[in-house]
């Protein structure tokens, strides 16, 4: 894509839309309360779509062309491991960084 | 201190450490716009206009592709469907404020925020709505401003990253940082399985429609096994 209108067109419209998803509960449905069975689903909408987004860029990521790289997986697994048992987020991304670059380093 | 300027604040402290990961992730994205050809107005505006990482990530990978702009709008907003979820989970704390706040809100709900938000009136549920949505903006400083600017530097560096510092990985490393302390229940655990068991799965399918299956079955699983262990208590 090289057209400048064409560009600013889709970038324009993928905002819009991100927009109006954002919106779409807080602004249609306003003060009325939702149902228990939707409080119960919404619950889990954390941890229903982020570990489906990141499995796929853990085990094929782009930058090695999509075939999988251990220095990767074992630093994904060094930062749920360290997420999961000190609940610190930076020190978890902190300490994936260490692994990747530290199996990186060691696989040469 | 006013109730609201504590709340506030406890939003601002709550997302501090994202600064920290934007920063290179949103250089990340101005790396790769205007490598893929986007000009530095383009990449700028593509951060305030969509403020949704991976979205844009998405978006410029296909133009740089170019696939077709129908296609490339409706993946980037198939990934953007999960703010509908997080839209519908802050209704029930923000919904009673004024439509212009809830629209301002609408505008900076992202991942990370909503995830500092969601916990907060979680373990502060007798916190007034005025409270809730302070702590909201709070939450912002830290993550959009720090987007969009890092993604300015980003698109001024250009290729000066070397590919060896693996850059790409912070973002996955980010998301699993934010979900693993959310891993407190079985049910919640489970939910996490599933939505990994089933993208990877349906990874096959276009235009990112296996990761939204994969993100209901994942939430109906985490519904399921909460009131399948209810049941299992009382009985």
């Given at each position: 894509m090289t057209d400048p209108l064409m560009i600013w067109a889709t970038i324009a419209a993928i905002g819009l839309g991100t927009f109006l998803l954002r919106f779409s509960f807080l602004g249609l449905i306003g003060g009325r309360a939702l149902p228990p069975w939707a409080l119960r689903l919404l619950r889990y909408t954390s941890v229903a779509v982020m570990p489906g987004l990141v499995a796929p860029l853990v085990l094929w990521p782009a930058a090695t062309g999509g075939t999988t790289d251990p220095a990767r997986m074992a630093a994904a697994l060094a930062t749920l491991l360290i997420g999961v048992t000190t609940r610190n987020m930076l020190g978890a991304i902190f300490g994936g960084a260490v692994v990747l670059y530290a199996v990186q380093f060691a696989l040469g | 201190m006013s109730p609201r300027r504590t709340a506030a604040l406890r939003g601002f402290r709550a997302s501090a450490p994202f600064a920290i990961v934007m920063l290179p992730f949103g250089i990340l994205f101005g790396v790769i716009a205007t490598e893929s050809g986007l000009t530095l107005p383009q990449t700028i505006g593509f951060s305030v206009l969509v403020v949704a990482g991976a979205a844009q990530f998405a978006a410029v990978q296909m133009m740089a592709d170019n696939a077709p702009v129908l296609v490339i709008i409706a993946t980037a907003l198939a990934v953007n469907l999960r703010m509908a979820m997080y839209s519908a989970a802050l209704t029930p704390h923000l919904?009673?404020?004024p439509g212009w706040l809830r629209a301002t809100i609408a505008y900076v709900l992202t991942d990370q925020t909503f995830a500092v938000a969601a916990v907060d009136y979680d373990r502060r549920p007798a916190q007034r709505p005025g409270e809730k949505a302070a702590f909201f903006f709070g939450s912002v400083l830290p993550v959009c401003p720090v987007w969009y600017l890092s993604t300015a530097l980003g698109a001024q560096l250009g290729?000066?990253?070397?590919?060896?510092?693996?850059?790409?990985f912070a973002v996955p490393l980010t998301f699993i940082a934010i979900v693993a302390p959310l891993l407190r229940s079985p049910a919640h655990i489970a939910a996490a399985v599933v939505s990994v068991a089933l993208a990877l799965g349906l990874?096959?399918?276009?235009?990112?429609t296996g990761l939204l299956l994969a993100a209901a079955g994942a939430m109906a699983t985490g519904a399921l096994t909460e009131i399948w262990l209810e049941r299992g208590v009382r009985a």
């Open positions: - | 919904g009673t404020a290729t000066a990253i070397p590919p060896a510092l693996s850059i790409d990874a096959g399918l276009p235009y990112n």
